[in-house]
């Protein structure tokens, strides 16, 4: 597995050579939302390590972009505050340069959490991931999925996600 990943990884970036050569890439994340598999099995967590280990090697090897590449894996929001998965989650995050996580307000049901809970849940992200700069890949409100017609609470909920957003100091 290590060995097809690393070589699509030298794929990729011949493919890619104006953009290389542009110094516009900046993020290369190795899984999306990760946590979904591997969940709280330490042992997944220890073969995901070594494949990423080895996918961050390659992808700052000279020969392909370098070390001025940040290089993470994605996480739910839901990965730090399940109190299971969490330490894994934390342990794992040494070898990653930031932490790149997706955030939508949701319930287990998947319907939307009120907007009060933005600013608490911000202050959660960093309050718990100190060592790190942390990322968010994706967040919003998932109201394409038919959860809401009202489009002024759409509106209203997207502007306090973005107010909370850039109340944060560690928003760059």
Request: hydrophobic share 40%.
């Amino acid at each position: 597995m290590i060995a097809a990943f690393e070589n699509f990884l030298t794929y990729l970036h011949s493919q890619l050579p104006t953009l290389n050569a542009s110094g516009k890439l900046k993020w290369i994340h190795v899984g999306n939302e990760i946590d979904a598999y591997l969940g709280s099995n330490s042992a997944r967590w220890a073969e995901w390590q070594t494949f990423f280990n080895a996918a961050k090697a390659q992808i700052e090897s000279p020969s392909l972009w370098g070390s001025s590449i940040n290089v993470s894996s994605v996480v739910e929001y839901g990965a730090i505050t399940n109190n299971n998965i969490r330490p894994l989650y934390l342990s794992f995050l040494p070898s990653m340069d930031s932490a790149a996580l997706t955030y939508y307000p949701l319930n287990a049901d998947f319907t939307v959490k009120p907007t009060s809970v933005v600013a608490t849940d911000f202050d959660f992200m960093a309050s718990t991931i100190t060592s790190k700069p942390i990322l968010l890949q994706e967040n919003g409100y998932l109201w394409t999925l038919g959860l809401s017609n009202n489009d002024s609470t759409e509106k209203l909920a997207l502007q306090r996600l973005r107010d909370e957003l850039l109340a944060r100091s560690w928003v760059q």
